[in-house]
T-cell receptor, first 113, second 115 residues
Framework: EAQVTQNPRYLITVTGKKLTVTCSQNMNHEYMSWYRQDPGLGLRQIYYSMNVEVTDKGDVPEGYKVSRKEKRNFPLILESPSPNQTSLYFC????????????FGPGTRLTVL | AQTVTQSQPEMSVQEAETVTLSCTYDTSESDYYLFWYKQPPSRQMILVIR??????QNATENRFSVNFQKAAKSFSLKISDSQLGDAAMYFCAYRWLGTGNQFYFGTGTSLTVIP
């Protein structure tokens, strides 16, 4: 089954404790991205990657890191989480063909205390 | 910069009636793609419909159709014969295969279906 998986689905942590949210897709997509969803703000892109070892900042990259060492994986790293990073996070992937929609993971609900 | 605007934070519709959700976008490009996504309470993002900017014909998927006005940069979603399962947050999105190949999303419209 074609899918994007994220782990964990729920996470409660404390300020400053490094964490990683994993993302994996099995569709051989070149393009992967991370979004955060906050009430009234919609989905805002954090980072994206157009292929292995190619990453770039989205609209809200501060406080986040990513890596793309393998085509299927695109982890999101919060080196020192802060309460303003409490949010719902989505990983998504897409083929580079422009008419292709993005396929989304199930989301990760992160709470930073 | 590309921006997508959904001016209706909340909408409601009676079951079996028709509702239209609005979306406008700002771009200087001529070739791009537009999407509507549905996010039910499960939070999963589900593609509803897509439209290629170079096509004049409006896209249709069963009870869902769009009114694409390229000159006005408008991309509204019409839901006919609304069902309880249509209750969700709806996001409009824009994609251009230019620099960055990014997707841009609106802030969403929360649709309530009244039995």
């Amino acid at each position: 089954e074609a899918q994007v998986t994220q782990n964990p689905r729920y996470l409660i942590t404390v300020t400053g404790k490094k964490l990683t949210v994993t993302c994996s897709q099995n569709m051989n997509h070149e393009y992967m991205s991370w979004y955060r969803q906050d009430p009234g703000l919609g989905l805002r892109q954090i980072y994206y990657s157009m292929n292995v070892e190619v990453t770039d900042k989205g609209d809200v990259p501060e406080g986040y890191k990513v890596s793309r060492k393998e085509k299927r994986n695109f982890p999101l790293i919060l080196e020192s989480p802060s309460p303003n990073q409490t949010s719902l996070y989505f990983c998504a992937s897409s083929a580079m063909i422009s008419h292709n929609e993005q396929f989304f993971g199930p989301g990760t609900r992160l709470t930073v205390l | 910069a590309q921006t997508v605007t959904q001016s209706q934070p909340e909408m409601s519709v009676q079951e079996a009636e028709t509702v239209t959700l609005s979306c406008t976008y700002d771009t200087s490009e001529s070739d791009y793609y537009l999407f509507w996504y549905k996010q039910p309470p499960s939070r999963q993002m589900i593609l509803v419909i897509r439209q290629e900017a170079y096509k004049q014909q409006n896209a249709t998927e069963n009870r869902f159709s769009v009114n694409f006005q390229k000159a006005a940069k408008s991309f509204s979603l019409k839901i006919s014969d609304s069902q309880l399962g249509d209750a969700a947050m709806y996001f409009c999105a824009y994609r251009w295969l230019g620099t960055g190949n990014q997707f841009y999303f609106g802030t969403g419209t929360s649709l309530t279906v009244i039995p």
